[in-house]
């Protein structure tokens, strides 16, 4: 959704589009998983999902299937849902609470939360086995602003390194404090990087998005990241209009009672790789994580974040944001739908980009340096 005021540093002569394997092949695909989401740190959503000990959420990173947890002590972690015994599967339920302990439904070998083996049948008669040896495998857990991200490399490149430009940068919104307040996930019948290229540009919003369009003029706002794996910037929101809503109004309380006030009218919207886009208005803010299935479906789980005290007023308008964005997201996996459909043809070829589209340029960079494959500056 970002616009923005391109300039000429922000805007390199001759960008192009993909070319058209990129959104169909299985290999390329494969090549993603490899080389960016299982090196990458994946959002795999808010902290707040996980209330008390024992409580799990699964998430699928890189084609990995994690186990998400708040172990006894409270303390949060991340395991390959992967049994030490013979490597079964262990957890199916999308979501739940551990009793004590994780137990493997085939053998009965039985963890801890903190993902020691503490039981496993008949093994003390195997010379030199020892439960020590056998804790569940950890993933890497990060925490940012009520948002916990995922990687499963053996070796990640520390997150606070890699997230140092976003760390202090949207502090001010006070985002951790957010709660829950609604929750949609979309089937999207196409490549994961048309989501993103689509997400970074507005200047398909008047003929898309004609609501949108009266209440965020896409020639309005600034970019603010511009080149590499974070992009993004605002949109002023038109008076009379309070927020991004169906009707204008505000939601209820803003996210953060002390919002600066040059803040009170814009629309922040970021491109953070690998999957996570995210939507900060005066009064809420959405999010979508951005999944690849295959080459041509993407799963995008979608929450809206409100004020506690906004969902607590049963007189809050909080709906009205709901319903702004899930119409937008419809019409944008619509025609994102209509692009992998002719992206698909023999005769597609990459397309020049505008100037207006600076963005999913910069972004389309960002994912080619990823995969090693950006050509050679001449
Ligand atoms: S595979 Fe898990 S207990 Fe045997
Ligand atoms: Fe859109």
């Known amino acids: ?22 959104y169909t092949s299985q290999a390329i695909l494969a090549d993603e998983m490899e080389r960016i989401f299982a090196s ?13 000990p024992g409580e799990y959420f699964l998430a699928s990173v890189a084609g990995e299937s994690i186990i998400v947890l708040r172990d006894a002590q409270g303390i949060l972690r991340a395991f390959f849902n992967v049994c030490r015994h013979r490597g079964t599967r262990i957890c199916v339920e999308e979501s739940g609470r551990f009793i004590e302990t994780i137990q493997c439904p085939y053998h009965a070998w039985t963890y801890s939360t903190d993902g020691r083996l503490v039981g496993a049948p008949q093994m003390n008669e195997v010379e030199g086995f020892d439960k020590r040896d056998y804790p569940l495998h950890a993933a890497s857990l990060a925490r940012w602003e009520g948002f916990l ?45 048309l989501v993103f290229q689509n997400y ?27 080149e590499g794996a974070f992009l993004g910037g605002y949109m002023e929101i038109k008076a009379p209009n309070e927020s991004a809503t169906m009707s204008g109004r505000a939601c209820g309380r803003l996210v953060r009672g002390d919002l600066p006030q040059s803040d009170r009218h814009r629309a922040f ?5 690998p999957n996570l886009l995210l939507s900060i208005h005066p009064d809420y803010v959405n999010y979508y994580l951005v999944r690849p299935v295959a080459p041509g479906r993407t799963r995008v789980e979608s929450e809206w974040l409100f004020h506690p005290d906004t969902l607590a007023d049963p007189a809050n308008n909080s709906r009205d944001a709901i ?11 619509d025609i994102v739908e209509r692009s992998q459909l002719g992206i698909a043809s023999r005769r597609y070829a990459p ?18 340096r990823m995969m090693g494959r950006l050509p050679a500056v001449p």
């Open 40 to 52: 990458a740190w994946s959002c795999v959503g808010r902290e707040s999902r996980l209330g008390g």
């Open 149 to 193: 991200f995922v990687n499963v490399a053996r070796d990640p490149e520390p997150f606070e390194n890699l997230w140092a430009p976003m760390r202090e940068r949207l502090a001010r919104f006070g985002l951790w404090g957010l709660a829950v307040g609604h929750r949609v996930v979309y089937d999207v019948r196409a490549n994961w990087k």
């Open 269 to 273: 919207y970021y491109s953070l790789m």
């Open 351 to 368: 397309g020049p980009y505008s100037l207006r589209e600076s963005i999913p340029a910069a972004w389309d960079r960002e994912y080619l």
């Open 1 to 22: 959704m970002t616009t923005f005021q391109p300039t000429a540093s922000t805007y390199k002569q001759g960008s192009r589009t993909l070319p058209g394997e990129f």
């Open 200 to 226: 970074s540009e507005c200047l398909h919003c008047p003929t898309i998005h004609p609501k949108l369009a009266s209440v965020l003029p896409y020639q309005s706002g600034a970019n603010d990241l511009t």
């Open 323 to 333: 319903e702004f964005w899930d119409l937008t997201n419809r019409q944008d996996w």
